[in-house]
């Protein structure tokens, strides 16, 4: 039963500290995505990877965040420094994108993050 | 303008009646359309998607699309309480440009 992981699936930590989640994609998708959820928000994009090359990191604050795909089964989004307002439910999601067609997108379970 | 509009409800209906969730976009270049089911604490799963102008139905849910309208809706039919979610509508333009989520539609089943 192929399906994307996340860890850790929750972690609380002060402002200021650094946080690492981490995902493993389904085996053979070549597109991968980040976003953020919020009551207030919804869900929103962060990132997204094709083939390990970031197509689009538009939602994500740059002086903060960062995210890579080191390997094709690891992606990480790091929070360096960590503040209050990034406390959300982070998930990421992978799909298999064929030429030019759309695509179904499958949910990681989430890493629910809060900072105090 | 939002570029996914959806009513955050809650929306209430009895047991065994329609449901119908609604949701508008605001790019016309707009080609793939999606509906999420996600219950309380979960992630987002795909439930329905449509490309074309019309109705797609799959067991109980039925899609509409209308482009023209720039207009996508869910029916749930004969609504059971393990339906309760938030339906989040995600809209994607053609080619390689990410998707944009609703905020999500609260639907409650009461038995």
């Known amino acids: 039963d192929a399906r994307v992981t996340q860890t850790p699936r929750h972690k609380v930590t002060e402002m200021g500290q650094e946080v690492t989640m981490r995902c493993q994609p389904i085996l053979g998708h070549n597109t991968v995505f980040w976003y953020r959820q919020t009551m207030m928000q919804g869900l929103e994009l962060l990132a997204y990877?094709?083939?390990?090359?970031?197509?689009?990191d538009s939602g994500m604050p740059k002086d903060r965040f960062s995210a890579e795909m080191p390997d094709a089964t690891l992606a990480t989004l790091k929070i360096q420094p960590s503040e209050p307002r990034d406390s959300a439910v982070y998930f990421c999601a992978s799909g298999l994108v064929v030429g030019g067609g759309s695509y179904e997108q499958y949910f990681g379970p989430g890493t629910r993050l809060t900072v105090t | 303008q939002k570029e996914v509009e959806q009513n955050s409800g809650p929306l209430s209906v009895p047991e065994g009646a329609i449901a119908s969730l609604n949701c508008t976009y605001s790019?016309?270049?707009?080609?793939?359309f999606f509906w999420y089911r996600q219950y309380s604490g979960k992630s987002p799963e795909l439930i329905m998607f449509?490309?074309?102008?019309g109705d797609k139905e799959d067991g109980r849910f039925t899609a509409q699309l209308n482009k023209a309208s720039q207009y996508v809706s869910l029916l749930i039919r004969d609504s059971q309480p393990s339906d309760s979610a938030t339906y989040l509508c995600?809209?994607?333009?053609?080619?390689?440009?990410?998707?944009?989520f609703g905020i999500g539609t609260k639907l409650q089943v009461i038995p």
């Open positions: 790019d016309r270049g707009s080609q793939s």
């Open positions: 990877f094709r083939n390990r090359a970031p197509l689009d």
């Open positions: 449509i490309y074309s102008n």
């Open positions: 995600a809209v994607r333009p053609g080619g390689y440009q990410k998707v944009t």
